[in-house]
């Protein structure tokens, strides 16, 4: 089972500044591997899915990189609305599909 | 616009079974790839298992594959999901998710997810 670990946990930071999350493979995933934010109280929602590629109606703001083991979410500047828990998922080598621990971005 | 409706809230004994539903509309259901996910308060999402209802196949994962069987109904566009011999560390939001297809490439990641059904499990 492959594990995903999210760094850091907790991010702190204030709306307009840029965030910078992470997702470290057990091994590696190629690119596939997909990024979700979830609010509370609501289903998870799909970012970003083989590793770069922005689902249907996700801004611009987001972006994600990497390939093999290290992956990176990158939201260039946060909105009020994006203070958010997130995951990353992979599809490379399973069943089980497996998500990570998740990381949240707090506001300052 | 593909929509996934889930049954309501269940409160259920150590040692029970729950049966969750989600209805599908808004597509051809035969067409989706039904997974379902499960969430414990404060903890990531959790992979159980999938169906393909055009062809009745499921995936699950080891974890669950001994008390997790997930059912489809075509004739009503439903899937079902039954996890048996329930214990307190079953109580989580299980949800449906539909995998991601664009009609050129089908991917394990999930663009539709219904609302979430919180299952407790306590005496």
């Known amino acids: 089972e492959i594990v995903l670990t999210q760094s850091p946990a907790t991010l702190s930071l204030s709306p307009g500044e840029r965030a910078t999350l992470s997702c470290r493979a057990s091994?590696?995933?190629?690119?596939?591997l997909a990024w979700y934010q979830q609010k509370p109280g609501q289903a998870p929602r799909l970012l970003i899915y083989d590793a770069s590629n922005r689902a249907t109606g996700i801004p611009a703001r987001f972006s994600g990189s990497g390939s093999g083991t290290d992956f990176t979410l990158t939201i260039s500047s946060l909105e009020p609305e994006d203070f958010a828990v997130y995951y990353c998922q992979q599809r490379a080598n399973w069943p089980p599909l497996t998500f990570g621990g998740g990381s949240k971005v707090e506001m300052k | 616009q593909v929509q996934l409706v889930q049954s309501g809230a269940e409160v259920k004994k150590p040692g029970s079974s729950v049966k969750v539903s989600c209805k599908a509309s808004g597509g051809s259901f035969s067409d989706y790839y039904i997974n379902w996910v499960r969430q414990a308060p404060g903890q990531g999402p959790e992979w159980m298992g999938r169906?393909?209802?055009?062809?009745?196949?499921?995936n699950y994962a080891q974890k669950f594959q001994a008390r997790v069987t997930i059912t489809a109904d075509k004739s009503t566009s439903t899937a079902y999901m039954e996890l048996s011999s329930l214990r307190s560390e079953d109580t989580a939001v299980y949800y449906c998710?539909?995998?991601?297809?664009?009609?050129?490439?089908?991917?394990?990641?999930?663009?539709?997810w219904g609302q979430g059904t919180l299952v407790t499990v306590s005496s």
């Open positions: 169906i393909i209802p055009m062809v009745d196949t499921t």
């Open positions: 998710a539909k995998e991601r297809d664009d009609g050129v490439e089908r991917m394990e990641f999930f663009d539709y």
């Open positions: 091994q590696s995933v190629h690119s596939y």
